[in-house]
């Protein structure tokens, strides 16, 4: 039977998305939220998800966090700790607590969830951008922690929307260096003046944009980052890596589908990680 883990969010729909909300707006003053059912809570991944790579890349590490939760709901009887809320307009959001929601979906709960609702006063852009600040300060804090890619790729969106704030509070916000602040600040420029919109920006994780940054500067490079046949192939790995093969296997595997494929990744690891020595401190 196929365990059931937190899917990857699909970051281009988060401008769209981020716009949506903004419209709906701040809700009326009522009473905080203290229960809701499953079908109440609506979820918005693009924006108040921050893991991405982990998602995809161990899956088997959500699908054993979703676990643990399933068999907690059926030998207790009992909901989970509350899973975190807010309100845009006359619907409510989740923005922390995704491997809970599929936990309570897999063990078949039909009670009301416990809930912890944000509030604030605050409307329209303003608004979206404090819950997405709020997510990322839940989930960073949480049992199932964010990796140092997670976070580049959060404050990276944090820039390119010019949400960052001061270089020293991106820093303590984020858990990542004011070079690194100020590196990403200095790509945004550089990318901005390309011509790419800080919405198309946000789409992107921090490591497409310093791939778009370095081709830029250098004419030896295709300027097109080949984002679609990236996640085509992503996808296409997704179920083999779901199995939970070990990294050695992994590059047997890989060896044996293609003779010298692993001296090429030997390199190219080198190669990035020498690019990116100097943009993430």
């Not at 990403?184 to 778009?212: F, H, N, T, Y």
Request: hydrophobic residues 40%; glycine residues 6%; contains cysteine.
């Amino acid at each position: 039977m196929r365990r059931s883990s937190v899917e990857r969010p699909d970051r281009s729909q988060l401008p769209n998305e981020k716009q949506r909300l903004a419209r709906e707006g701040k809700p009326k003053v009522s009473p905080a939220l203290k229960s809701m059912t499953a079908a109440e809570i609506n979820q918005c991944p693009s924006i108040f998800q921050p893991r991405g790579d982990q998602l995809l890349l161990y899956a088997g590490k959500s699908a054993d966090h979703v676990a643990m939760l399933v068999a907690a709901i059926k030998q207790s009887r009992k909901p989970l700790e509350p899973v975190d809320v807010v309100r845009f307009g006359s619907s409510v959001y989740l923005i922390n607590g995704h491997h809970r929601m599929k936990a309570y979906q897999e063990a078949g709960w039909t009670n009301a969830i416990p809930v912890n609702e944000h509030q604030s006063q605050l409307d329209g852009k303003d608004r979206v951008d404090w819950a997405e600040r709020t997510s990322y300060t839940l989930n960073s804090h949480n049992r199932l922690n964010l990796s140092d890619r997670e976070k580049a790729d959060a404050l990276w969106r944090a820039v390119a929307q010019g949400i960052d704030g001061s270089k020293a509070e991106a820093s303590a916000a984020y858990g990542l260096g004011t070079t690194t602040v100020a590196n990403m600040r200095k790509i945004k420029s550089k990318l901005v003046a390309a011509g790419k919109a800080p919405e198309e920006l946000c789409a992107w994780d921090w490591q497409r944009a310093i791939q778009e940054a370095m081709d830029r500067d250098s004419p030896d490079v295709a300027t097109d980052y080949d984002e679609r046949k990236r996640q085509l192939l992503a996808r296409a790995l997704k179920p083999v890596l779901n199995q939970g093969p070990s990294a050695e296997m992994l590059l047997d595997v890989l060896e044996a589908g293609r003779s010298g494929i692993i001296t090429e990744i030997t390199w190219a690891i080198e190669a990035r990680q020498q690019a990116l020595r100097d943009l993430i401190i």
